[in-house]
């Protein structure tokens, strides 16, 4: 059995003791009221019924969660931060969320962003960034939800080493479509040919792409398919066959 000292309960206590005063202070006293608000800095007038926040109200009993969809509903990618400043100020921080690629919803043609957890993430049209992959064929896309799809995470973070490796070629996928099950179909800028890879296999499948049409003279303008999912094969097709 093992036993605990004196000495080492009393301390347990005293900690336990001073986070329950801290709790008490903050819910029974006016400490930690808010008496204003500031947006990136700035004093935000009227705060309370811009934001539906308590005037007079404790810190711990405001509701955060319609604000930060209240802050969150212009078509931009952006994050929220809350903060509590003694004394009296609630801290509102919006950041921007850099999209690592671009989503294309399949029913009303819009584009959002996807973020590093493959979360969908809203954006404005002067926020697409097209030097980053559109991904297309996904299906059951919910704002601010991560993607249901498996396969999507897997190549996210494939073309994220790939962007680390090897940014030019990065730069040149334009799309990439998830519509098929047993393939990932790309796109590459200037080329006429589709690439076929695995999801399992995104990055490795495409430096061998690139090993393939660098190390062999081919007319890729006959060229309408590359398969690279076969590890130890490389199949074409040309066009009209």
């Known amino acids: 059995m093992i036993q605990i000292s004196k000495r080492t309960r009393l301390f347990f206590y005293a900690i336990a003791f001073s986070l329950a005063v ?3 202070v903050i819910s029974f006293t006016d400490v930690s009221t808010i008496e204003a608000v500031s947006l990136s800095g700035t004093v935000v007038k009227g705060w309370a019924e811009k934001y539906n926040l308590k005037k007079n109200s404790s810190v711990l009993d405001q509701p955060y969660e319609k604000l930060a969809e209240q802050m969150l509903r212009p078509d931009s990618a952006l994050k929220v931060e809350i903060s509590f400043s003694w004394p009296h100020t609630l801290k509102l921080e919006l950041n921007s969320i850099t999209p690592c690629c671009l989503l294309l919803g399949q029913e009303n043609g819009r584009i959002f962003g996807l973020d590093k957890s493959c979360r969908v993430i809203p954006l404005a049209e002067t926020a697409v960034d097209w030097e980053r992959p ?5 299906d059951n896309i919910k704002l601010y939800e991560v993607c249901s799809d498996s396969r999507v995470i897997r190549v996210l973070n494939a073309l994220e080493k790939l962007r680390v490796e090897n940014i030019n070629f990065y730069r040149l996928i334009e799309q990439i ?7 990932i179909e790309i796109m590459v800028s200037g080329l006429d040919h589709k690439v076929w890879v695995s ?4 990055l490795g499948d495409l430096n061998r792409y690139l090993e393939f049409i660098g190390g062999f003279e081919l007319d890729l303008t ?4 590359i398969d690279m999912r076969l590890e130890e094969m490389v199949i074409t097709r040309e066009k009209g066959a």
């Open 22 to 24: 801290a709790v008490a």
């Open 134 to 138: 559109l991904f297309t064929g996904i």
């Open 177 to 183: 479509d998830f519509g098929k099950h047993n393939r």
């Open 199 to 202: 999801a399992d296999r995104t």
């Open 222 to 225: 006959n060229i309408k398919l």
